[in-house]
C-alpha cells in the first residue's frame, strides 16, 4: 500500500509541544435545576506518533471529551490546543477552520457524505483546508487504505469495512496533525478490525498524534498509553 503523505513535523517534537493538548478540560450541561458535570478537570497530551486510546465505562465522558477535542464542542473551562493553537474559547467558524486543517475525526458513522462518492468525500473534506497547503493526491489516501478499485463506489455500495476505510481516507484528506476516532471498530468483525487498527497505526508511524476513544481490548492494546475516564475525571 502506498503511505499517506503528512505535512513536515519538527524535528524536535518536545521543542514544538505535543500534537494534542487538553488541559483542565470541564464541561457543565444544565436542564433546568440539573447540572451534569461531563468533564472534571481533564488534563493530558498526545504526541506526534503517539497512539492513546481513551477508555472508560458508558457516561464517563469519553464522547463529550472527542467533541471539546475536535472543536465540535466548546468545554465550558479549561483549553484544547492542536499542534500549539488554541482551539477552544473561539467562534464556531474559527473552531471549524482549524479543524479543516489540523484534526481528522473519524466517527463510527456518518463520515460519509451519502450522495457523494469515496472520491468526492474526500474532495469536500480538502476544499476545507486552506489554500495551498500539501495535501496527499486522492489517488495516495485511497491507495493507502486499500480501496483503488472503489474510489467511485458510493458509501450504500460499500461493505461496513469498507466505509471505515473511506471515512478514515476522509478523514486523513486534510494531513491532519492530530486523528481523533470515536469507536472506529465498533461495528467491524474481528479480521477488519485488525485491518483497521492496522491502519490506525501506520498513520501514527507516519507522524499523526492518533486519539481513540473505544471499548475495544483489541484498540486498547494497539495503543501506546492508555487513559481511562471514570465520571468525567481521568483515572489512570
Known amino acids: 500500500m502506498t503511505a499517506v503523505a503528512t505535512p513536515a513535523r519538527p524535528a524536535d517534537p518536545e521543542t514544538a509541544g ?9 464541561r457543565f450541561y444544565r436542564a433546568g435545576e ?13 504526541a506526534a506518533g503517539e ?8 457516561g464517563s465522558g469519553k464522547s463529550t471529551l472527542l467533541a471539546c477535542l475536535a472543536g465540535l464542542d466548546d468545554p465550558s473551562g479549561g483549553t484544547v ?23 481528522g475525526v473519524l466517527l463510527q458513522s456518518g463520515n460519509l457524505v451519502p450522495h457523494l462518492t469515496v472520491t468526492g468525500n474526500i474532495e469536500l473534506a480538502q476544499a476545507a483546508a486552506s ?22 463506489a ?16 476522509v478523514a486523513l484528506a486534510n494531513a491532519p496533525a492530530a486523528l481523533l476516532a470515536d469507536e472506529p471498530t465498533g461495528e467491524l468483525d474481528g479480521t477488519t478490525e485488525e485491518r483497521v487498527l492496522a491502519l490506525l497505526r501506520r498513520t501514527a508511524d507516519d507522524g499523526t498524534a492518533v486519539l481513540l476513544v ?14 481511562t ?3 468525567g475525571r481521568v483515572a489512570s
Open 18 to 26: 505535543p500534537a494534542l493538548r487538553a488541559d483542565h478540560l470541564y
Open 81 to 103: 490546543s492542536v499542534a500549539g493553537t488554541r482551539m477552544s474559547h473561539r467562534p464556531e467558524h474559527e473552531r471549524a477552520a482549524l479543524r479543516a486543517d489540523r484534526v
Open 131 to 152: 489554500p495551498g497547503r500539501d495535501l496527499p493526491t486522492i489517488a495516495d489516501l485511497v491507495g493507502s487504505v486499500g480501496l483503488q478499485g472503489r474510489a467511485g
Open 229 to 231: 475516564l471514570e465520571d
Open 51 to 58: 497512539v492513546v486510546a481513551v477508555v472508560g465505562p458508558s
Open 34 to 46: 440539573e447540572e451534569t458535570l461531563a468533564l472534571q478537570g481533564v488534563t493530558f497530551e498526545v
Open 154 to 169: 458510493l458509501p450504500r455500495e460499500l461493505s461496513g469495512g469498507e466505509q471505515a476505510r473511506a471515512g478514515l481516507a
Open 214 to 227: 473505544t471499548h475495544s481490548e483489541a484498540a486498547a492494546h494497539l495503543a501506546d498509553r492508555v487513559v
